[in-house]
């Protein structure tokens, strides 16, 4: 091996641990093992079930190049039988080195017979190693053909060639099971994702719907900036990194109590018993009237200040604003007082009653309010346990902040500006505008993205959002179907 020949396999040694980009890492085995044995052509074969498939065709002479997306190739997979060389060299894990293949007897070379025939090329030597990786397992094997000697003449493959090449094809096997490797730990990530959003669509459909909203919003507005001009594209592991962030973001609502997370009015099931009582109020009147304790005047006084409180109490329970004469006049109502069947004096409306319909906007009580948000805390929990690759080490982080503001009154660590990166900070901005259009929500209609947005201004104005990033994300039209 020569000086140079040692220095670009070296190079190529590094080059290849690098390259993580698999179409290109293909091209790059091939190219390598060509310069590397001074040949003419070459093919690069990947095993599957069904045989070895042709995945790169050089041929420099002739300036052919085939395989990858932009060029694939369509011939059938070679069988694996020891008649073909390529398929012999994976079933022994042995190179072969041709002389002359139109004088060796010991492999069918008709497919390169054709292939001469179809192109007027020659071929004459031929040098076959398999790609087998440090395990000893066989991913292919790679077919090199006609070396030249100085003069451009065709020449029998050197054996110092056949060990470098060897070489080479170890190296390449090893690389690309790495990068099978990775691939398989980013599957099994996707894995995790899609079991862990299918657990919460089981307990929420409409929650589901928001993650993958979310995501959608997400995945257009980040190819939206990657076409502009701006410092804040993201490259391909942050793009990855911030999509698992919004798929994760709410994994923590798996604990919190459905009757907390589907609550679509300030009563939920608590409206029924209310409902009863007036109920047993009307017949316990009707009652009174029929045994003469109170007048039929007084009877109809009290079923019209019945009728005109449960209308009251059923516009509250789906408001979504309560105002101040309502709140007053559901106090008025909750201490109103009835005398039940056992003669004992009851309110028409109980504390956890009146608690409830005081309930100025949306529909949960301070208690209740304080049990969802607490899914932020349990999200970063749940991620904690969970070993990400250093490149996706952020997830925890970035999913369990989606609530925190700049202006420090977010939840559950109140950050402020200077702790909140630039990612958490549109992440919020894009479950917030879903929170706000959703048109699934059991306890509020949607709202039109342009009320929507305006509304990210407020809170903009208000310090809790960023406005250059809404800007953004206002320009993109990330939430339309054309986007």
Request: with cysteine.
């Amino acid at each position: 091996m020569t000086p140079e020949q040692i220095r670009q396999f070296l190079s190529m040694c590094l080059s290849l641990s690098s390259e993580r980009d698999r179409e290109k890492l293909l091209s790059q085995i091939l190219d390598t093992a060509m310069d590397l044995s001074n040949c003419d052509a070459g093919t690069l074969y990947l095993l599957e079930d069904d045989g070895l498939h042709f995945c790169r065709m050089v041929t420099r002479s002739m300036n052919i190049r085939q395989g990858g997306h932009a060029d694939p190739i369509t011939l059938p997979p070679v069988p694996m039988e020891p008649s073909y060389v390529c398929s012999w060299v994976v079933l022994h894990n042995e190179p072969i080195n041709v002389a002359d293949v139109h004088t060796d007897t010991r492999f069918n070379f008709s497919g390169s017979a054709k292939y001469d025939e179809m192109t007027g090329y020659c071929t004459k030597t031929m040098l076959v190693v398999p790609l087998a990786n440090d395990r000893g397992d066989l991913i292919g094997a790679m077919q090199l053909i006609n070396a030249l000697d100085k003069d451009g003449v065709t020449i029998p493959f050197a054996s110092s060639v056949e060990l470098l090449v060897m070489a080479i094809s170890s190296q390449a096997a090893i690389s690309l099971t790495n990068m099978l490797y990775a691939e398989q730990i980013t599957s099994l990530l996707d894995s995790l994702v899609g079991a862990l959003s299918a657990a919460i669509d089981e307990r929420t459909p409409y929650n589901a719907n928001h993650t993958r909203n979310m995501v959608k919003y997400a995945t257009r507005f980040l190819d939206w900036l990657d076409k502009q001009d701006s410092e804040k594209r993201f490259d391909g592991d942050k793009k990855r990194t911030f999509l698992l962030s919004v798929w994760l973001h709410d994994v923590g609502k798996l604990v919190v109590p459905l009757e907390v997370m589907d609550k679509e009015s300030r009563l939920g099931p608590a409206l029924d018993g209310i409902q009863q009582r007036f109920r047993a109020m009307a017949l316990l009147d009707r009652i009174s009237l029929l045994e003469g304790r109170i007048s039929r005047e007084e009877a109809e006084k009290r079923s019209t200040i019945r009728e005109t409180g449960m209308d009251l109490i059923e516009r509250v329970n789906k408001a979504g604003f309560v105002t101040d004469e309502d709140l007053a006049r559901i106090d008025t109502l909750a201490a109103r007082e009835y005398i039940d069947e056992n003669g004992k004096t009851q309110t028409w409306l109980t504390e956890e009653e009146r608690k409830d319909l005081s309930v100025r906007k949306g529909t949960l009580t301070p208690e209740e309010r304080a049990i969802m948000e607490s899914h932020a805390s349990v999200t970063a929990r749940i991620l904690g346990h969970v070993t990400f690759p250093k490149i996706y080490a952020q997830v925890p982080k970035w999913a369990s902040a989606h609530h925190e503001y700049l202006n420090g009154k977010g939840y559950p660590d109140h950050l402020t500006a200077e702790d909140i990166p630039w990612e958490v900070r549109l992440l919020t901005i894009l479950d917030v505008f879903d929170a706000l259009t959703a048109r699934d929500r059991p306890y509020k209609p949607p709202m039109p993205a342009e009320k929507a947005l305006g509304i990210l201004h407020s809170m903009v104005e208000e310090g809790s959002l960023d406005g250059d990033i809404l800007a953004l994300y206002e320009a993109s039209k990330a939430w339309e179907e054309s986007a």
